[in-house]
């Protein structure tokens, strides 16, 4: 039987980052020292990543991608090359949810998850991150939205072993007042987080429609008009 191996790509935040390995190990992880380098790099680290492994793209058994909320172009420039590379090899592509990834990190780490509430927050500009919440099986029970922060945010999980976490934490740490520092940890999506959860699609064939997928954005992206005559 074919082992089924996985290549991650996570480009919604700002370190673009590559990971290959299935349900057991990470066989191969790339991330990128520089902030915003997808469209530069990612192929490059593909391949990278591949070679590392002593892999061929035809040795994969599909290629997951974060779907999103994040970067308007990171998330355009990962969802168009996985699904080029899943049209060429022949294998499907699935897609993670992007906070999802972040509160995994996190909820990997804990012990004891009695009680547990993790919030991952992205950072989307000014006092607004996207948001939602994880109970203590990773499962959601909020909608993923956007949200203005204030002091009085997420006050409702006080009584919680409460994390919040993802690159809006440092923001929402200077803001929030109801809740104690120790609840804020800065962390960032990173690809080896998708090697488990996707493994878990894959056995269960969740995927994606490769020719209507289209990114999780959330919002429209925030384009400038430009100000030169024509």
């Known amino acids: 039987m074919k082992e089924e191996i996985l290549l991650c790509l996570e480009t919604s935040g700002p370190k673009c980052s590559v990971a290959i390995g299935n349900s057991n190990q990470i066989l191969a992880k790339i991330s990128a020292e520089g902030d915003w380098s997808h469209s530069q790099y990612l192929s490059a680290y593909i391949d990278q990543a591949l070679s590392a492994a002593g892999l061929q793209p035809t040795d994969l058994s599909g290629i997951a991608i974060s779907k999103g909320p994040g970067s308007y172009t990171g998330l355009r420039v990962g969802a168009s090359t996985a699904k080029g590379l899943c049209y060429a090899v022949g294998i499907p592509l699935i897609a993670i949810d992007t906070l999802k990834i972040i509160a ?56 919680y072993n409460t994390i919040i976490c993802g690159d809006g934490a440092l923001k929402a740490r200077d803001i929030i007042k109801s809740l104690s520092a120790d609840c804020f940890q800065v962390s960032y999506p990173h690809a080896e987080n998708m090697v488990e959860l996707a493994s878990r699609k894959l056995e269960t064939q969740s995927f994606e429609d490769l020719a209507y997928f289209s990114p999780f954005y959330l919002k429209p992206p925030n384009i400038t008009q430009s100000k030169k005559l024509v």
Not at 110 to 123: A, G, N, Q, T
Not at 131 to 141: A, M, P, R, S, W
């Open 104 to 159: 995994f990190d996190i909820w990997k780490q804990i012990s004891s998850k009695e009680e547990l509430r993790i919030i991952p927050l992205i950072d989307a500009r000014r006092e607004e991150v996207y948001y939602t919440v994880f109970d203590n099986e990773l499962n959601h029970i909020s909608d993923t939205n956007n949200l203005i922060l204030n002091d009085r945010s997420f006050n409702e999980y006080a009584e």
